[in-house]
């Protein structure tokens, strides 16, 4: 049997995204907001090896919009006090693996107010779809 090589891949990326949080354990953190920094890159099967010149068709449709992830984002983030950082950044995975055609995400999520002398605190994780959605056996 002949070895097929995978399929190739597009990341994708939103780097840097600001937004007010509602975040923090801590008794001053509840009830009001601080500014996180938010880094989410995606893979994807990338589909342009299928057309003329390995380049695929001009429309949005084929790829996973980042204007449209970056608004599922926002609203995500808008949604409800979180106490971890850790929670927000796998709760954002989650989010990018529930359109079907992203394969793994990696999300960094960043406090950006937590220390004086630090420019922020915060995680980053990886995640699969193998990982979060496993194939029924």
Do not use: W
């Not at 420019?119 to 194939?135: C, L, N, Y």
């Amino acid at each position: 049997m002949a070895h097929v090589p995978p399929p190739p891949l597009r990341r994708v990326f939103i780097r840097d995204l600001v937004l007010a949080a509602r975040i923090g354990v801590y008794p001053e953190e509840k009830g009001g907001r601080q500014p996180v920094r938010i880094n989410i890159s995606y893979e994807m099967r990338d589909d342009g090896l299928d057309h003329p010149k390995g380049i695929g068709p001009d429309v949005v449709s084929r790829v996973v919009d980042y204007d449209g992830m970056a608004k599922r984002v926002r609203a995500l983030v808008g949604r409800a006090h979180v106490e971890l950082v850790e929670t927000m950044a796998e709760e954002i995975a989650y989010l990018c693996l529930t359109d079907a055609r992203v394969l793994s995400v990696r999300v960094s999520v960043e406090k950006l107010a937590v220390f004086a002398d630090a420019a922020s605190a915060g995680v980053e994780i990886e995640r699969s779809r193998e990982t979060v959605f496993p194939p029924h056996a």
